[in-house]
């Protein structure tokens, strides 16, 4: 092959796969994150399976299995901080939501990886799900405003805090155990 | 007159010339912006290219190494920076250093996480490497007992019983079986280098790269470049001749 074919074909991959050369960014690693849910005293993890009707019950909320059958969550009183993880367009993105009293405290972006959207990480974006809780069919009792060209993002982020609020009320920690 | 007629004929020349030869360009551009517009409903996104020649002419060439361990009847292996159970993908990983079967369940380290899969391939858990005082994962291994044990700058590390958490090994432990590559039967390699190239290009990406002209290079973008202010020239040119015409039919008219 000549060298000048060589840079053509370099050129196309480059041109054409612009988002294999974008790294993920994080905005707050897990220690980070939990350390601000429980004021720097995070405890011992528990563990959830999502298995028989809460595998199902996830599915619903999601449109899709979750990603893994075990999830791990943090509890104390009645306050629960969740790590999830939700494909955008194409890749995962990583989020953390504090739940207390069945009422979503935080919602932030830890680490997000697609190369569009990414505008959802911001606080004035994800601060929409300050005080939101699940009405009785399992949805946001809220809305939230979109943002023009990360409506996959904003779609993702809408189905962890549900899911987040789901797993919450099905835990032991809504009775601060 | 003469030479208004004849510039009429030009243009209408002109506009029946490239009006052929752009109407091929337009009937591809507009079948493949429709199907680009539904692309997620289709699932173009999710299928995957698996054409050797397209595949090589995005320059997807085979993994440089696969790294194989044996866990239990399966076979894990490392493709690049894709993880294998068997000859099914699981999803990406960097820099694959190991894998164990314990407690039901295979166990794939990379130097900084730990994926826990059923032997199905189904994703029970994705742990990041979590002890603050520990450095990378060099290699991953099993105790007599089969407790999962970790090696990371020198220091081993013992997983309890639900591979929940992480304590430093006492000194006085049995010596690990550690987890090392093996070579792989030929077919099954064969199998994952295919799937490893195909997994790189979705069927949405070529559309997209063929409806804007960047699969052809920076001269493919040029053409469509031209082809696109020839489609700029018709639709000009079609209004010149359409106001000529009715002029000349109300002319006519008033001659008559």
Known sequence: MSEALKKIYLLVVVISMPSLALAATVYETHTEFLNRAFSGTPPEPDVIWLSGERKSSVRELLGHDYAALRLRYWCQSERSAWVLDEVGKDLPITVGVVIEKNYIKSLRVLTYRENRGGEVSTPAFTDQFNGIALTSDDSLDQSIDGITGATLSVQALSRLATVALYLHADSGCKNGS | ?256
Not at chain 2, 25 to 35: A, D, K, P, T
Not at chain 2, 61 to 74: K, Y
Not at chain 2, 206 to 219: A, E, K, N, R, T
């Open chain 2, 1 to 256: 007159m003469d030479h208004k007629k004849r510039r009429a004929s030009t243009i209408r020349r002109l506009h029946r010339s490239l009006g052929v030869a752009a109407a091929i360009f337009i009937l591809f551009m507009v079948i493949s912006g429709m199907v680009i517009n539904h692309s997620n409903g289709l699932g173009l996104d999710q299928h995957h290219v698996s054409q050797p020649f397209l595949l090589g002419w995005y320059g997807l060439d085979a993994p440089e190494q696969i790294h194989s361990f044996a866990a239990r009847d399966n076979w894990i292996s490392y493709a690049g920076s894709q993880l294998f159970l068997d000859d099914s993908h699981i999803t990406s990983v960097s820099n694959g250093v190991g894998a164990v079967f314990s407690n039901n369940m295979l166990i794939a380290a990379s130097s900084d996480e730990l994926l826990l899969l059923d032997t199905s391939g189904q994703l029970i858990e994705r742990q990041s490497w979590g002890p603050p005082e520990a450095g990378p994962i060099e290699s991953i291994g099993l105790l007599p007992d089969g407790t999962v044990v970790v090696k990371s700058t020198g220091q081993l590390w013992m997983a309890d019983a639900e591979l929940l958490g992480w304590q430093p090994a006492k000194e006085t432990i049995s010596k690990p079986t550690w987890s090392t590559s093996e070579p792989a039967p030929l077919p099954l390699i064969q199998t994952i280098t295919q799937q490893y190239r195909g997994e790189g290009l979705s069927v949405e990406r070529v559309l997209l790269d063929f409806h804007s002209g960047h699969i052809f290079g920076p001269m493919g973008v040029f053409i469509y470049d031209l082809l696109a202010v020839a489609v700029g020239f018709l639709s000009i040119s079609g209004l010149v001749l359409w106001i000529r015409g009715r002029r000349n039919g109300k002319r006519s008219n008033g001659v008559k």
